[in-house]
């Protein structure tokens, strides 16, 4: 099935800004593609390195276990922040430019984080992390933009890609890092590959060369992220299909660490970080849905992946019977995710080139919604009715993502 071209009269950009010329079209090279996918990983995985690490991190600052939480919830709200905030910018300046910068800024925040001497030092330099993770985005709508026609929802899937295994990965590399140097290890190697990358990144990247020819405030141009929702129902649409995907993903994974610490699994913090692994072989679907919306096949794609993700909860809610059942229900659910994800992604930057970043910005906005809540709701559903209510959820979120996108087809 093709996907439908968006209807209803073209819009404008915004008051003050023109077209912008543009070189024309080329291939971006598998390389620099997996470059750009490495350097997206990384940038991503800042946010997620703290998960196993909060009991360490608490004792070293005499920290209140009850309170270590904001450690996570700081870097989850200044990534929500770089989302509407830094993200849209792309629209605005060379990207290559904003993007090593980014990537510099970022080194000094996670050495901030490795050398912090006080809890409160420690919380804003997490903060900061946060805000800057968010290139992973602006180099995701820059992909697009170096990528050829035909070609971008390969260069979209492939980068894409690389953002899930950092998530996915983040807690075993940490972990293990962690357990043979301690905490503040792994902010530092961290720091380290970033500068790496950013290094990398401005070598292998050209400069855009685009100016517009007329200016937009920057107060404008962060306000012209929510006028892209009333303007675009494509971004409406697929807006709340990340909501709803990124929350059912969220309820499998935050609370499975409960079942699988308790008897009768009773798994290490190591054992079950492995679980990252399984989702990385998820990853795959993103390159495979990438081609297949290349191919005219995006609709079909995600629909394919919607389905996928309420049949995964089938065998989590087998884990009483043995833990390979959450094993398979964590690469079918993860696979489906990201071929939503990419197909989502594809469809956005097809409609208005010139506000790429901006529309990656309020469609990331809906996924970190979806991800807070997901992770607040599976927990207090585990409290009342354990494992068998948190698949109940899931999968009544699913079916709400499936049903969603039925009648948006017929919309």
């Known amino acids: 099935m093709t996907s439908p071209a968006p209807t209803g009269p073209p819009v404008s950009p915004p008051a003050g800004e023109r077209a912008r010329p543009t070189r024309p079209p080329r291939r971006l090279s598998p390389a620099v593609a997996w470059l750009l996918s490495v350097t997206c990983g990384l940038a991503v995985a800042n946010v997620y390195y703290s998960q196993p690490l909060l009991d360490l991190i608490a004792r070293d600052y005499g920290i209140d276990p009850a309170?270590?939480?904001?450690?996570?919830?700081?870097?989850?709200?200044?990534?929500?922040?770089?989302?509407?905030?830094?993200?849209?910018?792309?629209?605005?300046?060379?990207?290559?430019?904003?993007?090593?910068?980014?990537?510099?800024?970022?080194?000094?925040?996670?050495?901030?984080?490795?050398?912090?001497?006080?809890?409160?030092?420690?919380?804003?330099?997490?903060?900061?992390?946060?805000?800057?993770?968010?290139?992973?985005?602006?180099?995701?709508?820059?992909?697009?933009?170096?990528?050829?026609?035909g070609d971008q929802g390969r260069v979209v899937g492939t980068v894409t890609s690389g953002i899930v295994v950092g998530i996915l990965?983040?807690?075993?590399?940490?972990?293990?890092?962690?357990?043979?140097?301690?905490?503040?290890?792994?902010?530092?190697?961290?720091?380290?590959?970033?500068?790496?990358?950013?290094?990398?990144?401005?070598a292998a990247l050209p400069p855009e060369h685009r100016r517009p020819t007329g200016r937009i405030g920057y107060p404008r141009l962060v306000g012209s992220v929510f006028t892209l929702f009333?303007?675009?129902?494509?971004?409406?649409?697929?807006?709340?299909?990340?909501?709803?995907?990124?929350?059912?993903?969220?309820?499998?994974l935050t609370p499975m660490v409960l079942p699988l610490a308790a008897p009768p699994f009773e798994l290490s913090h190591t054992q079950i970080g492995l679980f990252g692994l399984a989702g990385a072989a998820g990853a795959l679907g993103a390159g495979h849905a990438g081609r297949q919306a290349d191919r005219g096949r995006a609709e079909r794609t995600a629909g394919l992946g919607l389905a996928a993700m309420l049949a995964a909860w089938l065998p989590a809610a087998l884990l009483p019977h043995s833990v390979?059942?959450?094993?398979?229900?964590?690469?079918?659910?993860?696979?489906?995710?990201?071929?939503?994800?990419?197909?989502?992604?594809?469809?956005?930057?097809?409609?208005?080139?010139?506000?790429?970043?901006?529309?990656?910005?309020?469609?990331?906005?809906?996924?970190?919604?979806?991800?807070?809540?997901?992770?607040?709701?599976?927990?207090?559903?585990?409290?009342?009715?354990?494992?068998?209510?948190?698949?109940?959820?899931g999968a009544a979120t699913s079916l709400a993502a499936l049903a969603y996108w039925l009648t948006a087809q017929r919309g």
């Open 67 to 149: 309170a270590i939480g904001l450690v996570g919830t700081l870097t989850q709200t200044g990534y929500a922040l770089g989302l509407l905030l830094i993200v849209p910018l792309g629209d605005h300046l060379d990207r290559r430019a904003l993007t090593t910068a980014q990537l510099g800024l970022s080194v000094l925040a996670l050495l901030a984080v490795a050398v912090a001497p006080s809890a409160p030092l420690l919380l804003a330099a997490m903060a900061a992390v946060g805000v800057l993770a968010v290139v992973a985005q602006v180099v995701v709508a820059h992909s697009a933009s170096l990528a050829a026609p």
């Open 169 to 202: 990965l983040a807690r075993t590399v940490a972990g293990t890092i962690g357990d043979l140097a301690g905490w503040r290890a792994v902010y530092l190697a961290s720091a380290v590959a970033t500068g790496a990358m950013a290094f990398a990144v401005a």
């Open 230 to 252: 009333a303007e675009e129902r494509v971004l409406r649409v697929r807006a709340v299909l990340a909501l709803l995907t990124f929350t059912s993903v969220t309820v499998l």
């Open 324 to 393: 390979w059942w959450l094993v398979l229900a964590v690469v079918v659910i993860d696979y489906g995710l990201q071929s939503v994800h990419v197909v989502n992604q594809h469809l956005l930057y097809q409609v208005r080139p010139e506000a790429r970043s901006r529309l990656t910005a309020g469609y990331m906005l809906l996924y970190s919604v979806g991800c807070g809540a997901g992770a607040i709701a599976s927990t207090l559903v585990y409290d009342r009715g354990g494992w068998s209510a948190v698949c109940l959820l």
